[in-house]
């Protein structure tokens, strides 16, 4: 509120957008630092990712490649639109008054992930990528594996698939 105006007792307010956004991130942008956990909701996609409001309007990209360890390459193969989701703060440019926010790092480590399957046997997962050389198939959201080709497959299909072998130093699986 910026003023009140007295017209012969009719009370008008004056409002501003601007300064409630200023006041917003005076109070509440200004104090995050890298390593926050910090609400956001998606506004839109673009193919090279999501973007969303941390808060206050501000918008924030979270490219594709933050989104998670496996390969997408879509945003909207993981989130909807409008969506309300949590982001850790990855970065901070102040020069350029932008904030860079990921969710990769919540879902966990690749050994934490993997520590879930064992070898032998048999889970669902979702096709991610399509190669000469083999399917990589989303076992969890930070961890994927490589299966064999087969022609019947296409992206964003779920599977079934066999765990062939896990291997933590190479942080591979084979399925």
Same mark, same amino acid.
């Given at each position: 509120?910026?003023?009140? $105006?007295?017209?012969?007792?009719?009370?008008?307010?004056?409002?501003?957008?601007?300064?409630?956004?200023?006041?917003?991130?005076?109070?509440?942008?200004?104090?995050?630092?890298?390593?926050?956990?910090?609400?956001?909701?998606?506004? !839109?996609?673009? &193919?090279? @990712?999501?973007?969303?409001?941390?808060?206050?309007?501000?918008? +924030?990209?979270?490219?594709?490649?933050?989104? +998670?360890?496996?390969?997408?390459?879509? &945003?909207?193969?993981?989130?909807?639109?409008?969506?309300?989701?949590?982001?850790?703060?990855?970065?901070?440019?102040?020069?350029?008054?932008? $904030?860079?926010?990921?969710?990769?790092?919540?879902? @966990?480590?690749?050994?934490?992930?993997?520590?879930?399957?064992?070898? @032998?046997?048999?889970?669902?997962?979702?096709?991610?990528?399509?190669?000469?050389?083999?399917?990589?198939?989303?076992?969890?959201?930070?961890?994927?594996?490589?299966?064999?080709? !087969?022609?019947?497959?296409?992206?964003?299909?779920?599977?079934?698939?066999?765990?062939?072998?896990? $291997? &933590?130093?190479?942080?591979?699986?084979?399925?």
């Amino acid at each position: 509120v910026m003023d009140i $105006i007295n017209d012969n007792g009719r009370y008008t307010a004056i409002l501003s957008r601007r300064e409630a956004q200023r006041e917003c991130v005076d109070n509440y942008i200004s104090t995050l630092n890298t390593g926050d956990i910090i609400p956001a909701r998606i506004t !839109h996609f673009e &193919p090279c @990712g999501a973007f969303m409001d941390i808060g206050c309007c501000v918008v +924030s990209l979270m490219t594709v490649d933050c989104i +998670s360890v496996s390969r997408i390459s879509n &945003p909207q193969e993981r989130f909807s639109l409008r969506e309300k989701i949590n982001v850790i703060v990855k970065s901070i440019d102040y020069e350029n008054s932008r $904030i860079y926010v990921s969710t990769r790092e919540l879902f @966990g480590t690749w050994e934490e992930n993997a520590a879930l399957f064992s070898p @032998g046997q048999t889970v669902p997962g979702v096709v991610r990528s399509i190669e000469d050389y083999g399917i990589f198939v989303e076992l969890a959201p930070n961890l994927a594996g490589l299966a064999e080709y !087969h022609e019947d497959l296409t992206v964003g299909q779920c599977c079934a698939v066999y765990i062939k072998s896990i $291997i &933590p130093e190479k942080m591979k699986v084979k399925l």
